[in-house]
């Protein structure tokens, strides 16, 4: 048997599990890791100016790619503590992303020694498992753990915490015979199947609602031919969006309270059945509920048996992997229409889709201080259906999910549930070490932006090129927003007079020189007509510099997005002015008919 030590061992492990690369900050308790690390090569590492970032580089890297794991990496104490809100972004949005800690040596870890915390007691809570290992002869089995953890039912996250001399002792352990755990997911029976396509038949308006389950499970193409095959309109989800190209015939586009369009909450509004797959019925996709359900009957189909029921009652739960389940969803549905048995869908499609054509928000404004529409009207212009968008929260990423268009699964990568401010910059360093041959586009309100600057220099250091769109209004737009239901508007505008950049006026941080400062490159668009030349140097920049590239764009200081402020999807306010000839909306995905 071969002898190494607990830290080889692991990487090695990490290795076998197919682990290319990680994302991490060196320290004292961590040091024979990397050591480790090093001298076993194979794994690339990418050195994160914060710790936080390197959780969400990890975040960004396992959305990338069906099979990814993002691996994050941090000393003892405050690195562990830092990385909880990459884990808790993972965990609500059933992300698996390992997070391995160094601890203080096992005789002191009670005596407060420095830097000794119990984090995984702090991490159990948004992990799916959390565990200080205290034998080196564990070590391989809790990594081999870790893994099958990852990976079964529900994907998400674990954190291994390693004290140092845990990590420093030799155990017996051969690489070569190591083989991972299978991977456990609950699949559908032929007679679920059989029974919810029979409901599904029995209504008149059914919609497919396709939620990251869907994604999770590499199961878009079966969730596309499923649709085709029984013409039954599709509603992803924000998480999901991607799963059926955006101009299909059969996407009725999105629906809730924020992310959603205006034919979206329409056509759901008129249907009679809904079937979810892969999805949680997120309270801003949902709304109230008496609204949301009354009138239809559901069907829910998910990985995780706690998940069905959790929100609401559905007339018909499925425990299933979404892959598993579609495939025999198609099964079924491809027998059924060799014998004629699957009704004639086409007059509810097309109503949804006259719905589309009619019911458009207005893009097109040439106003100077820029009108946020206006960016992504240039940004569809600009980036093609294979770009992958990276967003978080914010005005930002709910006026780009309204208006932007996605085409694949995997390339609108947004932290749906945590939504914290940050996250966006270093998951897209994540998604770009990921896809280096795809064009990656960021998508940020000045405040996230702040959040996690210094990782732009992450970006420089390691080569990692992607265009980070910057729509600066110096506002927290969307706290801004719901302040005006309690008549305030507190502690919400960053504006100051930047003594070093007068010319900014009231816009305060000037993020261009940041941007230089930190070895990237940046352009600031004051005119609308000015940005669709500014993505496109942005592209030859980062192209040719190999560099972040930020395009910000100086935007009015106030703008209202769409939204229901009554928590009802039937009653979105529509603060700005609506399409309401072609040239309002010449992106969108079909023709205004008004």
């Not at 601890?103 to 002191?108: G, K, L, S, Y």
């Not at 005596?111 to 290992?133: G, L």
């Not at 079937?275 to 239809?296: E, S």
């Not at 910057?470 to 719901?482: D, E, M, P, T």
Request: hydrophobic share 45%; charged share 20%.
């Amino acid at each position: 048997m071969a002898r190494m030590t607990a830290a080889r061992a692991a990487v090695e492990i990490l290795k076998r599990e197919g682990v290319s690369d990680a994302f991490g900050v060196p320290g004292a308790a961590i040091n024979p890791f990397y050591a480790a690390l090093k001298a076993s090569g194979g794994i690339r590492h990418t050195l994160a100016r914060h710790v936080e970032g390197a959780s969400h580089m990890a975040e960004g890297y396992t959305r990338t790619r069906a099979g990814n794991i993002g691996v994050c990496v941090g000393t003892s104490g405050p690195a562990g503590t830092d990385m909880i809100t990459g884990l808790y972004s993972a965990t609500g949005d059933s992300v698996p992303i390992l997070c391995i800690t160094g601890q203080a040596p096992t005789a002191v870890i009670h005596k407060e020694d420095f830097q000794a915390v119990d984090i995984a007691s702090i991490a159990r809570p948004v992990t799916k498992m959390a565990v200080t290992v205290l034998e080196a002869a564990q070590v391989p089995g809790v990594f081999q753990q870790a893994f099958h953890l990852m990976r079964s039912g529900r994907p998400g996250p674990v954190l291994i915490d390693l004290p140092v001399d845990v990590q420093l002792t030799e155990i017996e352990f051969d690489p070569d015979t190591y083989e991972p755990l299978p991977v456990y997911r609950p699949a559908a029976t032929r007679a679920q199947i059989e029974k919810a396509i029979g409901m599904l038949n029995a209504a008149e308006r059914p919609l497919i609602v396709a939620g990251g389950g869907v994604v999770n499970a590499d199961a878009a193409d079966l969730l596309v031919e499923f649709a085709e095959l029984t013409g039954t309109p599709v509603v992803p989800t924000l998480m999901g969006w991607g799963v059926l190209p955006d101009d299909h015939e059969l996407n009725a586009g999105m629906v809730g309270l924020q992310t959603s369009h205006r034919y979206g909450n329409a056509t759901f509004l008129e249907s009679d059945f809904v079937l979810g797959i892969g999805n949680r019925w997120a309270n801003r996709h949902t709304g109230r509920l008496d609204v949301y359900t009354a009138g239809r009957t559901f069907v829910h189909v998910d990985v995780e048996p706690t998940q069905i029921g959790r929100i609401f009652a559905p007339d018909y739960g499925i425990a299933s992997d979404a892959r598993a389940a579609l495939t025999l969803f198609v099964e079924a549905a491809r027998e059924l229409k060799a014998s004629g048995a699957l009704p004639d869908r086409s007059a509810w499609a097309a109503a949804a889709q006259e719905r589309r054509a009619r019911l458009q928000r207005r893009t097109h404004f040439d106003d100077v201080p820029i009108k946020p529409q206006r960016v992504y009207e240039e940004m569809n212009k600009a980036f093609g259906p294979d770009t992958r968008y990276v967003s978080t929260i914010g005005l930002s990423q709910i006026a780009g999910a309204q208006m932007l268009h996605v085409y694949k699964p995997r390339h609108w990568i947004n932290c749906g549930q945590a939504g914290p401010l940050g996250w966006t910059l270093p998951a897209a360093l994540g998604v770009a070490t990921a896809d280096p041959d795809t064009l990656v586009v960021a998508l940020s309100g000045d405040y996230d932006f702040q959040f996690l600057i210094e990782e732009l220099a992450v970006g420089a250091q390691h080569r990692i090129p992607y265009v980070h769109v910057l729509v600066n209004n110096s506002y927290l737009g969307l706290i801004r927003q719901a302040q005006r239901a309690f008549d305030i508007d507190f502690q919400v505008n960053l504006e100051f007079e930047n003594v070093n950049s007068p010319e900014l006026g009231v816009y305060g941080v000037d993020h261009v020189k940041v941007a230089e400062g930190l070895g990237c490159k940046a352009i600031r668009v004051t005119d609308p007509a000015d940005l669709g030349a500014a993505f496109e140097q942005a592209k030859k920049l980062a192209a040719e510099y190999r560099v972040p590239v930020v395009v910000e764009a100086i935007l009015e200081r106030v703008t209202n997005i769409s939204m229901s402020v009554t928590n009802d999807i039937g009653d979105v306010v529509e603060f700005e002015e609506l399409a309401t000839e072609p040239g309002h909306a010449p992106t969108s995905v079909k023709p205004l008919k008004v």
